[in-house]
């Protein structure tokens, strides 16, 4: 979800489980979503997209679902690995030139 | 392919100093943006760029200025550093239609320290 404050919210989850990470976006009007991936001294990675006519994408072991009535994302990560570690954001665009990014999550991947 | 390539990497300045931070992209992409993340803050967009020699103010632009005289570099400049702009700088580029920006893709980052 997103933050308040310095700390991010943390998810540790165990090596091979599942990884649910959810975001509340702000903008009723963003119709364009994305998640992206941060790994420690590395910049954001784009990892997948959603366009609001839908409420489901699916991608390499990554589903994004988007629930426009109470503005919820949430990314699923299958058979989540220590790799997955990082910190994931999603970002919500109205349409114009500028996009606006949560603050993220942490996960964390327990061997 | 090496993306967006931001230099340098890492620098500390004194308070006042200047420099300026370079990120070129090969990717022909017309919009190039500068952000700032904070601990526990969402990136922040202080300039963007739709295509050369156009700029445009971000949330944040206060103290910073940035310049696009070729399509494939967006510099970003700070005239006077505060302690307020140790920050990590990222750019980032991005292919647009005329409704979306898609996916963008960042550089590396730039670590800033001002003393």
């Known amino acids: 979800g997103e933050s308040v404050g310095l700390h991010l919210p943390t998810l540790s989850v165990q090596e091979g489980d599942n990884s649910i990470i959810n975001c509340a976006y702000s903008?009723?009007?963003?119709?364009?979503f994305i998640w992206y991936k941060q790994e420690s001294g590395k910049g954001p990675q784009f990892i997948i997209d959603i366009r609001s006519n839908m409420d489901k994408r699916q991608g390499q072991r990554v589903t994004v679902l988007l629930n426009k009535t109470v503005k919820h994302l949430s990314l699923q990560i299958a058979a989540t690995q220590p790799g997955d570690s990082a910190v994931y954001f999603c970002a919500e665009n109205t349409g114009g030139f500028k996009t606006i990014f949560g603050a993220g999550t942490r996960l964390f991947v327990k061997a | 392919n090496a993306g967006v390539t931001q230099t340098p990497k890492f620098r500390v300045l004194k308070t006042g100093q200047s420099m300026t931070l370079l990120c070129a992209q090969d990717m022909n992409h017309e919009y190039m943006y500068w952000y700032r993340q904070d601990p526990g803050m969402g990136l922040r967009l202080i300039h963007y760029s739709v295509g050369e020699g156009t700029t445009a103010k971000g949330e944040v632009p206060d103290g910073y200025n940035v310049s696009r005289l070729k399509k494939q570099n967006f510099l970003l400049g700070l005239e006077s550093a505060a302690p307020s702009q140790t920050s990590v700088y990222f750019c980032?580029?991005?292919?647009?239609?005329?409704?979306?920006?898609?996916?963008?893709?960042f550089g590396s980052g730039t670590r800033l320290t001002v003393v």
């Open positions: 980032a580029s991005s292919y647009s239609s005329d409704r979306h920006n898609y996916g963008y893709t």
């Open positions: 903008n009723s009007a963003s119709d364009y």
